[in-house]
Each structure stands twice: as structure tokens, then as C-alpha cells.
């Protein structure tokens, strides 16, 4: 078993930064990818970001390419997600998630999932 943990949500204006940390307890953080998900108001949940095991391949919807940026510290358990310059349209409760595969893009490949954590972009 793996316990996610979501944090560092918020109001932000557009145009501005936050970063979201994602911290795991359980077995071993280094064995699984990990993504991130959001689910905006009345519509389904999309896949993000994620990032192999290692660090050393990532993988991002077209939407937040050059402007979000996934990364992991292995030795803190944790995984992270920059976003920058964030638009209205970034409103969403974002959950991460963590997969057995190596870079998953799709909801039924990961394992074990986050509270998620709310991300409010106002215009």
C-alpha cells in the first residue's frame, strides 16, 4: 500500500505561481511513477503530468506544456508540480497518483491516488 498526501493548493490570480507537493508514506516511493490528475466543475477528470520512477522521463498534456513542470525527490518521498503562469481555466481539484507502470497517461493505470488538493485561478 502507498498513502498519498496532496498539498499546496489555493487562490492565486492569473498569470501567477504555485506549487503543488505530493508526499508518500508506505512502500517504496522510488518503485512508482507518479502523475498528476485534475478534475475542473462539470467536466472529467484529465491527466496532467507524470514522471517515471528515476526521474529521468516526463510526460505532460498539451495544455500545460512549457508552462507546468513535474519533478520528484526520491529521498523525500515526495513528488511536485510548478505551475506557472496559470490561467483561469487551471481551476481544478488536482490529485496525484501513483502506477506500478513506467510513464501512464490514463486514470485506470495508476494504483493509488491523493485526497486532491483545490487550485482556485482567478481572471
Known amino acids: 500500500q502507498v498513502q498519498l498526501e496532496d498539498s499546496g493548493g489555493g487562490l492565486v490570480q492569473a498569470g501567477g505561481s504555485l506549487r503543488l507537493s505530493c508526499a508518500a508514506s508506505?512502500?517504496?516511493?522510488?518503485?512508482?511513477?507518479m502523475g498528476w490528475f485534475r478534475k475542473a466543475p462539470g467536466k472529467e477528470r484529465e491527466f496532467v503530468a507524470a514522471?517515471?520512477?528515476?526521474?529521468?522521463?516526463?510526460v505532460y498534456v498539451d495544455s500545460v506544456k512549457g508552462h507546468f513542470t513535474i519533478s520528484r525527490d526520491n529521498a523525500k518521498n515526495t513528488v511536485y508540480l510548478q505551475m506557472n503562469s496559470l490561467k483561469p481555466e487551471d481551476t481544478a481539484v488536482y490529485y496525484c497518483?501513483?502506477?506500478?507502470?513506467?510513464?501512464?497517461?490514463?486514470?485506470?493505470?495508476?494504483?493509488?491516488w491523493g485526497q486532491g488538493t483545490q487550485v482556485t485561478v482567478s481572471s
Open positions: 497518483a501513483a502506477s506500478s507502470r513506467y510513464l501512464p497517461e490514463y486514470e485506470n493505470q495508476y494504483d493509488y
Open positions: 508506505g512502500r517504496a516511493f522510488s518503485n512508482y511513477a
Open positions: 514522471i517515471s520512477w528515476n526521474g529521468g522521463s516526463t
